[in-house]
């Protein structure tokens, strides 16, 4: 009389050795390009946070706005409300001092970065320049409404390659001047 055993054949042991070795060089696979691939993802969700913090502020001064003085694709200038002890003073906002109006000129003519000078009311030349934003796609990120003689509405597009696409990635916003003296 043969006795029932339980157990596996080596036949058997060696085809699911096999099956094992497979499943876990897929595994792998996938680990090690998705590690691969994350310092990419990392950069690109930086710039679109950088982007964003860009729009947000620019938003932020061109409704604190007064008029605008220079309007292109590329370029806007207007006279903004700041609050500083003097145009092209601290970039930081301080809440306890007054606000006085200053010469807000944003220029991303380079087609690859954005500048933001502020200089005293009036000076469309001087003024302390600042590099607020690279790695942007094309230099046409401003529009105006009703045109740009008459702007009271700035619209800006920020347009960001996309590394793992044909399309940019675009950051849309806009924002009338609040403080605009309108001729009647």
Do not use: H
Request: proline share 4%; charged share 20%; aromatic share 4%.
């Amino acid at each position: 009389m043969r006795s029932e055993q339980a157990g596996f054949t080596l036949i058997e042991l060696l085809v699911a050795s096999a099956m094992g070795v497979v499943l876990l060089g897929a595994v792998g696979s996938m680990v090690i390009g998705a590690m691969r691939s994350q310092p990419e993802v990392s950069r690109r969700a930086q710039n679109i946070s950088s982007a964003r913090w860009v729009m947000e502020r620019l938003t932020r001064e061109v409704r604190n706005g007064v008029r605008v003085d220079t309007a292109t694709a590329p370029q806007v200038s207007f006279v903004t409300r700041v609050r500083r002890d003097v145009c092209g003073g601290a970039l930081e906002d301080d809440p306890s001092l007054p606000s006085i109006s200053c010469q807000v000129t944003y220029d991303c003519s380079s087609g690859t970065s954005c500048t933001r000078t502020e200089a005293a009311e009036g000076d469309l030349v001087g003024g302390v320049t600042t590099t607020i934003f690279s790695g942007i796609e094309g230099s046409e990120v401003f529009d105006f409404e009703p045109s740009a003689s008459e702007a009271t509405y700035i619209g800006i597009n920020l347009r960001i390659p996309n590394p793992s696409g044909p399309a940019a990635i675009t950051i849309s916003d806009g924002a009338s001047l609040r403080n605009a003296v309108l001729d009647n």
